[in-house]
C-alpha cells in the first residue's frame, strides 16, 4: 500500500514538472518578407566637408545713372527678363526741359549760320568785282585790300556759326543720352534676383536697383582648409548633398591663394540641376579608409537613438544601437555597435520586431 502511494507521488511531480517545463517555453513573433546582408570591413574614400552656396557667373547689378523718383517698375523677384527689356522708369522732366531748351539751341544755331552764309556769299561777289576792277586799275590796292580782309571776315564767320551748330547739336545729343537714362533696360537675360527699389522711391546714380543672374550658368565656390592645398586638384570628383538631392560633379578651378584670416583657399565647382543661393554641402574625397558601412535605408531612429535591426546565429531579431559616422552615397558608416559579419535588415523593416523570430 506504501509503495503504491509513493509510486503516485513521483508520478504527481515528474507530470506537475512537464507542466511547468512547457508553461516557461517563450513564444516568438514569426517574421518573414524580410531582406538581411551581412555587414564586412569595406574600404571608401575619406571626405572632407564643407559648405557653400550656389552662385550665377554671369551676374549683374543695375544701378541708376540719373537722380529721380522712380515712376515705374515693371518687374518683380523672379520675373525672368531679356536684354534690352525696360525694367523701370525715372522722373525725367528736368531733362525734358533741358531737351526743349538744347532744341531751340540749335534752331538758332542754324538761323545764324543761314545769316553768315549769305554774308559770306554776298562778300565773296563784292570781292570778284572789286578784284576785277583792281586789275584793271580802277581802284588802288589798300581798297582791294580792305574788301578782301572783309571777305575773310565773313569766311570766318561762317565757320564759326557751322561750329555753333556742331556745338549745339552735341548739346541736344547729351542730353538725349542723359534722358535715355531716365528708361533703366536689363544689360542681360536672366532672372531677377534681388529688387533694391519701388515705386515713388529716389534712384541715386551708383545705387543698385535690381540683380539680375543668368540661372543656366551656375558654379559653386567652397573654402577648404589650407592643410589639403596639395592634396586638391582640379578635375577631382566631389559629391554634393542639397535638399536631399545626391550630385556627383567635379572640381573645375584651384584658386591657390590662402586667406590669411580664415586660412582657407578657394575652389569653384560645375553645377547643373541647382539654383542659385542654394545651400549645398560638399564632400571632396581625400584619402582612402577602412570602416564598416551599412545602407542609409537599414538605419531606423527611435526617439534620440539610432540602431539597426540585426539577426543572429538563431535567426532572433534585436535592436542594435549604433554610432554613425560619416554619409557615403548610400551608405552610413558604423563607428560602433556592430561587428564585421554581423548580418542586419535592409528591407521590411516595417515587420521587424524586436525579439521577433526569421523564418
Known sequence: ?????????????????????????????????ITTINVFQSQAD??????ATVNSKTSSIVSGMIMGKVTSLRVKEGDRVHAGQLLLTIDSRDTAQKAIGAQAGVKEALKAVESADQNRKLAYKTYQRYK????????????????SAQKNITDIEYQRALQGVDKARAGLGEIGVYQSYSRVTAPISGIIVEKSIDVGSMAVPG???????????????????????NKVKTGMRVYLESDSQFLQSKITTVIPKIDPVTRTFKVKIALSGLKSGQYVKVKIPVSKKESLFVPQKSVVHKGQLTGV?????????????????????????VLSGLNSGDKIITSGLDRAVDGGEVK
Open 1 to 33: 500500500m506504501k509503495k503504491t502511494v509513493l509510486t503516485a507521488v513521483i508520478l504527481s511531480l515528474l507530470i506537475t514538472g512537464c507542466a511547468k517545463k512547457e508553461s516557461t517555453e517563450i513564444t516568438r513573433p514569426v517574421i518573414s518578407g
Open 46 to 51: 575619406d571626405f572632407y566637408e564643407t559648405s
Open 132 to 147: 576785277n576792277l583792281y586789275k584793271e586799275n580802277v581802284m588802288t590796292r589798300q581798297e582791294f585790300d580792305q574788301i
Open 207 to 229: 545705387q543698385p536697383l535690381l540683380t539680375i543672374e543668368t540661372p543656366s550658368n551656375l558654379e559653386l565656390t567652397a573654402n577648404i582648409d589650407e592643410s589639403l592645398i
Open 309 to 333: 535591426y540585426t539577426v543572429d546565429n538563431q535567426n532572433i531579431i534585436s535592436y542594435r544601437l549604433i554610432r554613425a559616422g560619416k554619409t557615403f552615397g548610400s551608405n552610413i558608416e
